[in-house]
């Protein structure tokens, strides 16, 4: 089995953070929509609070575009699943959330466009 990556003081890192020794930081990549979005903080505590924000904001919709707007509910479900959930969450999670939704949504209101759901 893989070992985890480590920084210098030998903490875990999550998927996307990385440490930069040259410049002493911390860093947070993750693409979305084809973009490399980037972060940066001098400690490990103040870098997932500003990647808790960005993946909060992304979770929230303030990242949809037009094109994104026109998706249907189903369609977008399946996009977040695929790009955002799957990263720091167990499977257990994941599975749990493709349950409920094809449950409680799918059927019911997965087949509206987002952008006329508001």
Same mark, same amino acid.
């Given at each position: 089995?893989?070992?985890?990556?480590?920084?210098?003081?030998?903490?875990?890192?999550?998927?996307?953070?990385? *440490?930069?020794?040259?410049?002493?930081?911390?860093?947070?990549?993750?693409?979305?929509?084809?973009?490399?979005?980037?972060?940066?903080?001098?400690?490990?505590?103040?870098?997932?609070?500003?990647?808790?924000?960005?993946?909060?904001?992304?979770?929230?919709?303030?990242?949809?575009?037009?094109?994104?707007?026109?998706?249907?509910?189903?369609? *977008?479900?399946?996009?977040?699943?695929?790009?955002?959930?799957?990263?720091?969450?167990?499977?257990?999670?994941?599975?749990?959330?493709?349950? *409920?939704?094809?449950? *409680?949504?799918?059927?019911?209101?997965?087949?509206?466009?987002?952008?006329?759901?508001?």
């Amino acid at each position: 089995m893989a070992e985890k990556r480590k920084d210098s003081r030998g903490r875990n890192l999550k998927t996307g953070e990385y *440490y930069d020794s040259q410049n002493k930081r911390y860093m947070f990549r993750k693409m979305i929509d084809g973009e490399r979005i980037t972060i940066t903080a001098s400690d490990l505590v103040e870098l997932r609070k500003q990647e808790n924000d960005l993946l909060c904001r992304i979770d929230r919709g303030n990242k949809l575009n037009t094109r994104n707007a026109r998706m249907t509910l189903n369609a *977008y479900f399946d996009f977040w699943m695929d790009t955002f959930a799957k990263s720091g969450r167990k499977a257990t999670t994941c599975t749990n959330y493709k349950s *409920y939704y094809n449950t *409680y949504i799918k059927n019911t209101i997965g087949k509206k466009q987002i952008a006329k759901m508001r």
